[in-house]
Structures are given as structure tokens and as C-alpha cells.
């Protein structure tokens, strides 16, 4: 069990830097089919590593889309940060 929880860590890395280098979208929101095209995960397993406590968003991201659906908002959001 607990190989699995260190190889499960290294997905949530993979993912977490896959959202930093993922196109914004429309209300500054990551679709996880971008996440998906960066990593090569499976879809159950990006949406196994978003559900995590660890996983935390950048600032930037307001949120993740899957199917024009929203699977993770974040909480510490930043609209327009820096007055950009």
C-alpha cells in the first residue's frame, strides 16, 4: 500500500506542472483534456490526483472543466492578479 501512495505522488507532481504549463480558458479555467494531452494519464487517474488534499491549483486557475462540468474549483483564486 504504501508504494502505491509514492507512486500516486508522482502523478499529483505530473499533474500539478501540467496545469502550470496548460492554455487558460474562459474564466481562467484549465480543461483536463489539456491536462490529459501534456501527461498521457489516464482520465481516472488526473481525476484520482485532482481529488487528493495535496493537490492545490496555481492562483491563476479559478478551476478545472471536464465535460463542461467543474471538477475542482480553487478556493485560493485570483482574479486578475497583479492588476494584469
Do not use: H
Request: with cysteine; aromatic share 4%; proline share 6%.
Amino acid at each position: 500500500m504504501e508504494n502505491s501512495e509514492i507512486d500516486l505522488e508522482k502523478y499529483i507532481q505530473a499533474v500539478k506542472m501540467a496545469i502550470e504549463k496548460a492554455p487558460l480558458r474562459a474564466e481562467d479555467s484549465v480543461d483536463l483534456s489539456d491536462i490529459w494531452v501534456i501527461t498521457s494519464l489516464p482520465v481516472d487517474l488526473i481525476m484520482e490526483c485532482l481529488k487528493r488534499p495535496e493537490m492545490k491549483l496555481p492562483s491563476t486557475v479559478s478551476k478545472i472543466i471536464f465535460n463542461k462540468k467543474v471538477v475542482l474549483k480553487n478556493s485560493d483564486y485570483l482574479n486578475n492578479p497583479q492588476g494584469e
